[in-house]
């Protein structure tokens, strides 16, 4: 048995289309292939030699001659949905067998009671990019101390506001009432997401670490339910907690941004825990990913790759590495949206023998096989790998 566990999601770093990819229109899609492409198109060299090494050479190519230091493999999404919350409850054991209701625009009705349970107007209300809505209206969201709500091709609904002129406490308050009001089938959003920015006038403004995540709770108890109950700490860095709603967790840190995420899963190495280090980087996909930029993701794996050679250095014999992701977001596709793609899995421990895992099911694999690690009873979907690992 394994007595601490690192599972390390790289938010969007999907490996190539699944089979479905053409009911989601992402056929052609492989968000890692493409950036790798897009360098090779800018006369750059995407150095990423230990994830390569590790077998994300042998995932993108059967003809590879790498000789893996990992475990690896390439993962099915067999949910409904390419999102964020369905890609996490399926790697902790939950099928989603309908997808999040998404809008373009919401309904005048829903507008009009955010209205009246924040007393603030609201602008926007459309699909756009946070930090190009809040550089268009923030001038009018500063003045007349309103909301600007928008959302994306995520099942999302987004409130940015100015943080001098409508507090945090304040802000965090109207999502969390916001939540209760789209409960109800026809609004229900996956997570209701506070967007707090700061900045001057005349289109100045950025976004501030402050975000706050109001997520549905997962449809059925997940693998981090099974965790804490039998008594096994369940670590959150990042947005793991928003994601599953604090279910399941026993402490949690926010990050800054992704490399302040890869220093707080640095600092859990010289912590004496038995269970889960749970981590979203999520920089991939809301920095990079959505806004489609592959040069900006590559110099962001570039420092992953760093991050992860210093890791692996200090790792105790007793320690298991997994690296995966929850979703595509291929930089180089069409719109804005995540796109439905195979995810990567490398698992690795001191001095282990890398090969091809077996099977590649389902996403919840991932799940499974920690909860075997500890012995877990569970009814949960997938297939432990644990007995591969040797």
């Given amino acids: 048995m394994f007595k601490r ?22 056929c052609g899609t492989n968000t890692l292939a ?5 360098y090779k198109k800018n006369n750059l060299e995407l150095k990423i030699p230990k994830l390569k090494r590790l077998g994300f050479s042998n995932i993108l190519s059967d003809k590879s ?7 690896y493999q390439k993962l099915k999404e067999v949910s409904a949905g390419k999102d964020t ?18 809008f373009t625009k919401f309904p005048d009705e829903l507008i009009k009671k955010i209205e009246e349970i924040s007393n603030h107007k609201v602008i926007g209300n ?6 190009e809505i809040i550089n268009r209206l923030g001038d009018l969201s500063v003045k007349e101390k309103a909301l600007i709500v928008y959302t994306s091709s ?10 001098e002129c409508i507090s945090l406490e304040e802000l965090y308050d109207i999502c969390s009432k916001v939540r209760e ?11 209701i997401i506070a967007r707090p920015f700061l900045g001057d006038k005349n289109g100045n403004y950025y976004r501030t670490p402050n975000r706050h995540d109001y997520a549905l709770n997962p449809p059925k108890k997940t693998g981090l339910d099974y965790l804490k109950n039998n008594n096994y700490s369940v670590i959150s860095i990042g947005k793991i907690v928003d994601i599953f709603n604090k279910n399941g967790i026993t402490e949690y840190f926010k990050s800054k941004s992704s490399e302040h995420g890869m220093a707080q899963t640095y600092e859990m190495l010289d912590k004496d825990f038995t269970g889960l280090c749970f981590t979203n980087l999520v920089d991939f996909d809301s920095s990079y990913g959505h806004r489609r930029d592959p040069i900006g993701y590559g110099n962001l794996l570039m420092i992953f790759d760093k991050f992860i050679t210093r890791f692996m250095k200090k790792m105790n014999d007793s320690d298991l590495l997994i690296i995966t992701a929850d979703h595509g977001n291929d930089p180089t596709h069409t719109g804005t949206d995540h796109t439905r793609e195979f995810v990567p899995l490398i698992v690795y421990f001191n001095n282990c023998k890398g090969k091809k895992l077996s099977n590649n099911d389902t996403f919840a694999n991932i799940g499974k096989t920690i909860l075997d690690n500890f012995n877990i009873k569970n009814d949960l979907i997938g297939e432990s790998f644990l007995k591969e690992l040797k």
């Fill in 5 to 26: 566990v690192f599972l390390i999601v790289c938010d969007s770093l999907g490996v190539g289309e699944l089979e479905d990819a053409k009911n989601y229109g992402d």
């Fill in 34 to 38: 493409h950036i790798i492409d897009a």
């Fill in 65 to 71: 001659k790498n000789k893996p230091l990992a475990y």
């Fill in 85 to 102: 919350l369905t890609g996490h409850f399926e790697m902790m054991g939950v099928k989603v067998t309908t997808p999040y209701i998404t």
């Fill in 126 to 131: 459309e699909v756009a990019s946070g930090t």
């Fill in 154 to 163: 995520d099942s999302v609904l987004q409130i940015a506001a100015h943080e």
């Fill in 181 to 191: 009001i789209t409960m109800v089938d026809e609004y229900k959003v996956a997570r």
